[in-house]
């Protein structure tokens, strides 16, 4: 499976991205599908992740409310709403694919910078 993440990009806080992930080859492997950050000096964290049947795992809790996750199966294709965006939501964002049904993703896109200034 390759993931193509996209929709990065410099914002001032308040403002909203919108990050998609497609997914090309072997897709009929993939059940879970996850959006991760990486801030600088801070470890990855796995932010929500979504299954093909659209259950959705929110893992971070300074984002409810905050982002959305979805998935588009027709289209192979994973997003990530993120509105009223804050300066500590500054990260690198990875999108990434698991094919078991715990939290194990055994696939990553490369990662797409998201900025926000105050």
């Known amino acids: 499976v390759q993931l193509q993440a996209s929709g990065g990009g410099s914002v001032q806080a308040g403002g909203s991205l919108r990050l998609s992930c497609a997914a090309s080859?072997?897709?009929?492997?993939?059940?879970?599908m996850g959006w991760f950050r990486k801030a600088p000096g801070k470890e990855r964290r796995l932010i929500a992740s979504?299954?093909?049947?659209?259950?959705?795992?929110l893992t971070e809790d300074s984002v409810k409310g905050r982002f959305t996750i979805s998935r588009d199966n027709t289209e192979n294709t994973m997003y990530l709403q993120m509105n009223s965006l804050k300066p500590e939501d500054t990260a690198t964002y990875y999108c990434?694919?698991?094919?078991?049904?715990?939290?194990?993703?055994?696939?990553w896109g490369q990662g797409t910078q998201v900025t926000v200034s105050s």
């Open positions: 990434a694919s698991g094919q078991t049904t715990d939290l194990r993703f055994e696939n």
């Open positions: 979504i299954t093909w049947r659209g259950g959705i795992t």
């Open positions: 080859g072997d897709t009929f492997s993939v059940y879970r």
